[in-house]
């Protein structure tokens, strides 16, 4: 069965901090990892990552994958309040098995930024 | 462009009652997924509509089910309620692989 556990579980630092988020996943036929960002209720997305070593970034969020290993991370610089959030890891299958077409979610990392 | 869009934004059931969920895709994409948002236990896969058809479903029973029109907006039923459904009701459409997520649809049992 496919697995994506992130860690931390939750995480609480002072604005203007650096976080790094992991996600590491086992599945079958790979296909992509997801970043989502959940404030509220709709999680939005941030990034698809489907190659190793090649770091998506946009703004002060930037991440990157590693299919060796199987894990990927996220970076937030210069934290600010507004980046508290819950967020998200998930990773979608190839066609041929089960998995296709869902993505499958890891059990999020909330994120609190005190000013 | 207009987002993932889902009604109501809460509904209120009691016990053995049914629930439906609507949800209009992004235009121009064909692909709808559900997925189940419950208290402490993350988003869990319940079905994928592509092209009016059912393509995958995940592990839920059968009183959960839905449809695609024609358009690909989609319905999702959830049929003799119980209280462990309450939960968050997600949306989501794809042109490809990148999901896009409705605000969703807060589903309380009594």
């Known amino acids: 069965e496919d697995k994506v556990v992130q860690s931390p579980l939750s995480l609480v630092v002072h604005e203007g901090d650096t976080v790094t988020l992991n996600c590491s996943y086992e599945?079958?036929?790979?296909?992509?990892l997801l970043w989502y960002k959940q404030e509220k209720k709709a999680p939005t997305f941030l990034f698809m990552l489907?190659?190793?070593?090649i770091e998506k970034k946009s703004g002060r969020l930037s991440s990157i994958l590693d299919k060796k290993e199987l894990f990927s991370i996220l970076n937030i610089t210069a934290t600010q309040t507004g980046d508290s959030a819950v967020y998200l890891c998930?990773?979608?299958?190839?066609?041929?098995?089960?998995?296709?077409?869902?993505?499958?979610f890891g059990q999020g990392t909330i994120l609190t930024v005190h000013p | 462009e207009a987002g993932v869009t889902q009604s109501p934004t809460h509904l209120i059931k009691t016990r053995g009652q049914q629930a439906t969920l609507r949800c209009s895709p992004i235009?121009?994409?064909?692909?709808v997924y559900w997925y189940q948002q419950a208290l402490g236990l993350g988003l869990q896969f319940l079905l994928w509509?592509?092209?009016?058809?059912?393509?995958n479903r995940g592990n839920f029973p059968p009183r959960f089910s839905g449809r695609q029109f024609p358009n690909y907006s989609s319905e999702l039923n959830v049929n003799a309620l119980e209280l462990e459904d309450s939960a968050l009701y997600l949306c989501?459409?794809?042109?490809?692989?990148?999901?896009?997520f409705g605000p969703g649809t807060r589903l309380t049992v009594l």
């Open positions: 599945v079958t036929n790979f296909r992509s």
């Open positions: 509509y592509d092209e009016g058809e059912e393509r």
């Open positions: 489907t190659s190793s070593g």
């Open positions: 235009s121009g994409h064909t692909s």
């Open positions: 998930a990773v979608g299958a190839n066609a041929g098995g089960t998995s296709y077409g869902k993505l499958t």
């Open positions: 989501a459409s794809s042109l490809f692989y990148e999901q896009f």
